[in-house]
């Protein structure tokens, strides 16, 4: 019965207005609620809100605004019987339901017509729910998922489950299948799958998968209509988060998944606290040591050759007492604007290390290939104008860059980048120096 | 370094280089690979034992107790299963390594209050083995509450955590289980029952969550009631998850590890940022 989703969510019916600001529509009669729902996504959330109480005042705001999401009342004085959700629904916008009266037959209907979510105003958590509901559904919006089942209907009932949820959606026949688009989309942060399938079972893809991507970034959740009562047990062994049986209860399942994205989403925010820099968002020392040594050891396996620049901003001191911290922080945010613009994409590794100092790990360059791209950032950066009150403020970079050849430490590495940025500086800074022109000159 | 097995568990990198344990398994092959990897992992230098004689001998004839066996069903010695119920007579927790493996063995070995059964049938055997050594050595830093006014159903619960080395408490009310995790601010997991006469497990995991999110604390649901939509509605209050009863005990440990890890995880995260 849930295979109509399909056809009443269409893939296009994410139509995020920006992703920071997103624009929430609240469809609620009481007045109490509505302003404290307002409220919290207002100041807590920042988001943009529009508060309707009226069919007719809904019917104004849809004809002037395109929503994300839409909180809706079942009953408003001039609708009854839920007739304002199924506009809501018919514009594409996600409806999370917050209804008093609740009951089974309602259920069915809620589902049936895809709602994202309902909640019942029956406890003092209600509105906090509330609130959480749709600042998830949104955030859902980023996250990619893959469903892997060989039935078409199948899969489809799960594709059109997280549809609803706005998740972006991947699926895959196979585990063959499934391997690929997990390898070409590494924001993949969920798999669902099947049990029986013809090139390998479920519980091998499992296994498979956790070979390379560990459960601090990737949650799996098998699913199968087997009578195996067994199957679920070793699906966790093998590396699982999760497991459920079918025929399965959409809003069980739906709890589950979102479980495993919050967790997920829980264990990324504490690692950008601990890896990013407070003043540039950059990432930190910390990260460029943890991650550094990986990276080289990986790209030396394959053979190819890798560089480590040491950054650092001329007269950088000078520049904080004539002009104040303030301004040298202004410097320092807007080297790391640039530097950051400059490699991104290009997969290789920036960090502020501190102070005035930055780093990049250059990977598949040799030092003359990264004496080059040195000099790019080197000439970028001396064109940047830095914004004063009253006028504009230029700033050069000194760059040291060594080959990374033998097998070494890391912070060896480190340190030869750093006796060539000294000599950078000592040549009258506003250069690059390599170890080639350490040969040559 | 810390480092994640297979199954989410994390290995914090301490070792224990003075707990014994012993190995009843005759294949040189897997003898090795044990070794080696649980010295690796986890600094353990385990004693072999060919034979069902060598594992009386090991257990008998050395003061230090055994903390775990680790057995093959069959052993030289001991073709019919001997080696495996003489260590669950002396009250050795044991996990199991086999190759064979039907229905009917499965039984048998659960009815024989093992700690954990590993199959031999594939190339992660030797590390899932090892994530079993592992969670057993360091499960008693877990502290789980079980809620359940049932006094037959909360000493089930508790003999099988107890089994798997976890430090157990037991509340017989939601009330009692508020006031438990008041002063046990290390609880790290609440496994609760639905029905209960004072506060049922859905009211029990809303008071909770009003004060601790699931970074901090995990909480499974178990029933035996028949409403399906109960498991979503114990979900969506806050509960981690949610098992109908009655349920299988390989299902209900991989559960308990499986939010233990999660919670293990974030416990990390949290640390690095500090």
């Known amino acids: 019965m849930f295979n109509s989703f399909g056809s009443r969510m269409p893939d296009h019916a994410v139509r995020p207005a920006s992703r920071n600001k997103a624009h929430v529509l609240v469809i609620e009669d009481s007045r109490s609620l509505s302003s404290i729902l307002c409220h919290r996504f207002e100041n807590e959330l920042g988001y943009q809100v529009t508060h309707c109480a009226t069919v007719k005042s809904f019917e104004a705001a849809i004809a002037s605004d395109v929503f994300d999401i839409a909180v809706v009342d079942l009953n408003l004085p001039d609708s009854y019987d839920g007739q304002v959700l199924d506009q809501v629904v018919a514009l594409n916008v996600p409806a999370v339901v917050f209804t008093a009266d609740f009951n089974r037959d309602m259920r069915e209907r809620l589902l049936e017509r895809g709602v994202a979510d309902y909640l019942i105003k029956d406890n003092e958590r209600a509105i906090d729910m509330v609130v959480e509901s749709i600042d998830r559904i949104l955030s859902n919006r980023n996250v990619g998922v893959l469903v892997v089942d060989d039935v078409a209907s199948a899969r489809a009932m799960l594709v059109d489950l997280l549809r609803v949820q706005k998740f972006q959606v991947y699926d895959a026949e196979t585990g063959a299948q499934a391997l690929t688009l997990l390898a070409d989309n590494p924001h993949i942060e969920l798999v669902i799958t099947d049990y029986h399938m013809p090139d390998m079972n479920g519980y091998e893809l499992t296994r498979r998968i956790r070979r390379q991507h560990h459960s601090d970034r990737l949650r799996i959740i098998g699913i199968s209509s087997s009578s195996d009562r067994l199957l679920s047990a070793s699906f966790l062994k093998a590396g699982a988060n999760d497991f459920v049986y079918r025929p399965y209860v959409v809003e069980e399942l739906q709890c589950r998944i979102q479980h495993n994205i919050e967790t997920l989403s829980q264990l990324r925010q504490l690692r950008y606290a601990a890896f990013s820099d407070y003043l540039t968002g950059l990432r930190n020392r910390r990260y460029f040591f943890d991650e550094g040594p990986a990276q080289v050891a990986s790209i030396r396996a394959r053979g190819e050759p890798c560089s480590i620049a040491m950054l650092d901003i001329d007269h950088f001191k000078k520049l904080n007492d004539g002009y104040g911290h303030e301004v040298g922080d202004r410097v320092l945010k807007a080297v790391a604007g640039r530097l950051s613009v400059m490699l991104d994409g290009t997969g290789h590794m920036l960090a502020r290390l501190g102070g005035e100092e930055f780093s990049v790990l250059l990977l598949g360059l040799d030092a003359s290939a990264a004496a080059a791209f040195c000099e790019s950032l080197r000439e970028d950066i001396a064109q940047m104008r830095v914004a004063l009150d009253d006028s504009e403020l230029g700033v050069t970079v000194s760059i040291g860059v060594a080959e990374i050849a033998e097998h070494e430490s890391f912070s060896n590495y480190l340190n030869a980048a750093d006796q060539l940025l000294y000599m950078a500086k000592g040549l009258g800074r506003n250069r690059v120096y390599s170890e080639n022109m350490l040969v040559s000159g | ?274």
């Open chain 2, 1 to 274: 370094m810390a480092v994640l097995g297979i199954s989410g568990m994390q290995y914090s990198g301490e070792t224990f280089p003075d707990v014994r344990i012993i190995l009843g398994e005759d294949s040189n092959v897997f003898t090795q690979m044990i070794s080696q990897r649980l010295k690796e992992l986890m600094g353990v230098d385990i004693e072999i034992c060919r034979t069902f004689e060598d594992m009386q001998m090991a257990n008998e004839l050395n003061d230090e107790p055994v903390v775990l066996a680790i057995s093959n069903i069959n052993l030289p010695g001991a073709e019919n299963g001997e080696a495996l119920e003489y260590m669950i007579d002396c009250n050795i927790p044991t996990i199991v390594f086999t190759g064979t493996f039907h229905d009917e063995i499965r039984e048998k070995l659960l009815a024989k209050d093992i700690v954990d059964y590993i199959l031999k049938d594939n190339v992660f055997a030797v590390d899932m083995l090892a994530e079993s050594v592992y969670r057993f050595l360091t499960n008693h830093r877990h502290h789980v509450l079980i809620v359940d006014d049932s006094a037959t159903a909360r000493a089930l619960l508790s003999s099988r955590l107890k089994r798997y080395n976890f430090r157990v408490s037991l509340a017989d009310s939601g009330a009692k289980a508020i006031e438990i995790l008041k002063t046990n601010p290390d609880i790290g997991l609440v496994v609760t029952d639905y029905n209960m006469p004072d506060i049922d497990g859905f009211e029990l995991t809303r008071r909770i969550r009003s004060v601790r999110g699931s970074h901090e604390l995990r909480i499974i649901g178990v029933s035996s009631s028949n409403n399906r939509l109960l498991s979503a509605r114990f979900l969506k209050v806050g509960g981690n998850d949610f098992m109908l009863r009655p349920f299988i005990d390989e299902e209900f440990y991989c559960r308990v590890n499986q939010n233990l890890d999660t919670l293990v995880q974030i416990r990390a995260a949290q640390a690095r940022t500090k």
